[in-house]
């Protein structure tokens, strides 16, 4: 594996019990991953023979006895959308962008018994092909997370069982924010060179690049610093401060974030993002794991009064050709 991307999932993995993304599983050419409500999502991959994929497939579900599936093909490149998929004899219309109800339900039935799936143009022309080796254990994968097993809702792993034996969805955790009123602090001089020497931030790349932090108010007297601290080739890491009147201190969050769990530089206690931005309120950030951007993780972070807190994680681990990450962890954010 690229030795980025396991740094990458290192960091995705949990400190505290309260925040514990789903874990995400490879089964030939399909990457299945199931978030802490158990809405599971299944991701094509390219092969290995294949030149460079122009397009994917997901497939997601929803827990919960009457849980559907939602199909969405995708273009990574700029040719046409697909207008149709084809396995074997059997055509299946894509009206915009997603598949859903009964019509997804007969196309992943269709798909467990199949080799490769064909995407085709307006005019039927095939545009490119899917691999569905390992589609059924990673729906069987899926299944299981979903209490489906031996169940009439399941998609592989079928039974007898009516579908009242399914248990709900679990609920999203509900992270209380502060109302975002207030104006961003302003830094001075002598503290931004503080808080590079404590984060152990680098001189920027060049002289032309802006290498001060950017500062956003996140409601409750309190603003959030986050400054550009190191960068490589198509990522920058940015170390996070919270300022609250005169006092600067490194922020605190309750999953790690970015490359390392130990913050802008191991030796440091100051925690960061990775091409992070903030916006009403939101921190995030999105770690390549190569250029591409077809693996890495992505991230949200609120803030609750005390801490920044994961509101979203998605994440790939296979540099194969998809760029749709799937989501692993989901809260909910309230605001007066």
Request: proline share 9%; charged share 15%.
């Amino acid at each position: 594996m690229n030795p980025i991307v396991s740094a990458l999932l290192l960091a995705a993995s949990p400190t505290a019990a309260t925040v514990t993304p789903g874990a995400l599983k490879t089964f030939g050419d399909w990457t299945v991953g199931c978030d802490n409500v158990h809405r599971c999502t299944l991701a094509s991959l390219a092969t290995d023979s294949a030149p460079g994929p122009s397009y994917t497939l997901e497939i997601a579900r929803v827990a919960g006895p009457s849980g559907g599936f939602e199909l969405a093909p995708g273009n990574t490149g700029d040719g046409p959308a697909p207008a149709a998929l084809r396995i074997g004899a059997v055509r299946f219309a894509v009206a915009g962008n997603a598949l859903t109800g009964a019509g997804a339900q007969r196309i992943v039935a269709t798909l467990t018994t199949a080799r490769a799936l064909t995407l085709l143009g307006r005019t039927g022309k095939p545009l490119g092909t899917i691999s569905l080796a390992g589609l059924s254990a990673a729906l069987r994968y899926a299944d299981a997370v979903q209490h489906r097993v031996d169940t009439v809702t399941a998609a592989v792993a079928k039974g007898r069982n009516p579908a009242s034996m399914v248990p709900a969805a679990p609920p999203a955790p509900v992270v209380h924010a502060p109302a975002l009123t207030g104006v961003p602090a302003r830094l001075s001089k002598s503290q931004i060179a503080a808080i590079n020497r404590t984060a152990r931030c680098e001189p920027p790349p060049s002289p032309d690049v802006d290498w001060s932090p950017v500062v956003s108010s996140v409601g409750d007297n309190t603003s959030l610093a986050l400054l550009p601290c190191s960068a490589g080739a198509y990522n920058v890491v940015g170390a996070l401060f919270v300022i609250r009147g005169n006092r600067v201190t490194p922020a605190q969050t309750d999953a790690p974030a970015g490359f390392e769990a130990t913050g802008a530089d191991p030796e440091t206690r100051v925690p960061s993002v990775v091409n992070g931005s903030i916006e009403n309120g939101v921190l995030t950030s999105y770690a390549k794991g190569r250029g591409l951007g077809d693996c890495g993780v992505s991230q949200r972070f609120a803030w609750d009064g005390t801490r920044l807190r994961l509101i979203e994680q998605a994440e790939m681990d296979e540099c194969r050709g998809n760029p749709n990450f799937i989501r692993t962890w989901t809260a909910h954010v309230e605001r007066p």
